[in-house]
């Protein structure tokens, strides 16, 4: 799904690394993606959340899941489509090798799972739906 996704962007003449911001936030600050408590999204997800922003007009930068938003006091509004992201991670499981000795090994996983903008949910406290500050003074 991540590289149909990537594919079907560049197959659109769309390059997510290159313009991460919509038109109607285009003297905004251009932030990563942010979970529900400001930490950003890291790797691929950066790209995957920065595509559908930008393919579907988000300005909010963050991402919130389902349960978090009815943990925060808000609700996905009726019809919203959420966006997928990913977990990758590894667990150690010790294990009993052909001599008897016990071993331990590592076992990578990869979990997907869906968020949706801030956009997307309303009744969430107002400081998820501040918009970055434009940019006074550009970078030299």
């Known amino acids: 799904k991540i590289t149909d996704r990537i594919v079907a962007d560049l197959e659109k003449g769309v390059r997510p690394w290159v313009r991460p911001w919509s038109v109607g936030n285009a003297k905004g600050r251009i932030t990563r993606p942010l979970r529900h408590n400001g930490l950003p999204y890291q790797g691929i997800n950066t790209l995957l959340l920065w595509s559908e922003a930008a393919s579907k007009g988000f300005v909010s930068p963050t991402w919130i899941t389902f349960k978090q938003s009815v943990e ?30 016990e071993v331990e090994r590592g076992i990578p996983f990869l979990k997907a799972y869906t968020v949706f903008c801030a956009d997307q949910i309303e009744g969430l406290p107002a400081h998820y739906y501040a918009v970055p500050d434009p940019v006074t003074d550009p970078v030299q």
């Open 72 to 101: 925060l006091g808000g609700h996905v509004r009726k019809g919203e489509t959420g966006s997928m992201v990913v977990y990758a991670s590894r667990f150690t499981r010790t294990e009993t090798d052909a001599h008897g000795e």
